[in-house]
């Protein structure tokens, strides 16, 4: 019977679980935030580093200059130790922003290639 002949209303209805894909677009817009908090850290952290240098490096000149007053340079290593205290920090931060990993080692690489300290 054609449609509107027996005065009945037909429908056609096609369902779709969104659900999933729901999910997925909130997981991309998380994990893309926390890209972005990462690339922030990052470059808030290298900020910080390159200042705490400027610190650390006056810290050490000023208490080189009070060797002779002893008093006073207790403060200048005083500063120099927040400075190393604000430089682990700073790699806190960058282990984060996973740009760099705190779990780095220094390693002599002259035994296993093969060269010794005399040969230097």
Same mark, same amino acid.
């Given at each position: 019977?054609?449609?509107? +002949?027996?005065?009945? %209303?037909?429908?056609?209805? *096609? $369902? +779709?679980?969104?659900?999933?894909?729901?999910?997925?677009?909130?997981? =991309?817009?998380?994990?893309?935030?926390?890209?972005?908090?990462? %690339? =922030?850290? &990052? &470059?808030?952290?290298?900020? /910080?580093? #390159?200042? $705490?240098?400027?610190?650390?490096? /006056?810290?050490?000149?000023?208490?080189?200059?009070?060797? *002779?007053?002893? #008093? $006073?340079?207790? /403060?200048?290593?005083?500063? /120099?130790?927040?400075?190393?205290?604000?430089?682990? =920090?700073?790699?806190? =931060?960058?282990?984060?922003?996973?740009?760099?990993?705190? !779990?780095?080692? !220094?390693?002599?690489?002259?035994? +296993?290639?093969?060269? *010794? #300290?005399?040969?230097?």
């Amino acid at each position: 019977m054609p449609a509107g +002949v027996d005065d009945k %209303k037909r429908f056609i209805v *096609s $369902l +779709v679980d969104i659900t999933h894909t729901r999910q997925q677009e909130e997981q =991309l817009r998380r994990a893309q935030k926390m890209d972005a908090l990462g %690339k =922030l850290t &990052g &470059g808030i952290a290298h900020d /910080y580093n #390159n200042m $705490l240098g400027v610190v650390v490096g /006056y810290a050490e000149l000023l208490e080189t200059a009070l060797i *002779s007053k002893p #008093n $006073l340079a207790k /403060y200048a290593d005083q500063i /120099y130790r927040a400075a190393e205290r604000g430089g682990k =920090l700073t790699t806190k =931060l960058l282990s984060f922003s996973k740009q760099e990993d705190t !779990d780095s080692q !220094d390693l002599n690489i002259n035994p +296993v290639i093969g060269l *010794s #300290n005399s040969n230097l």
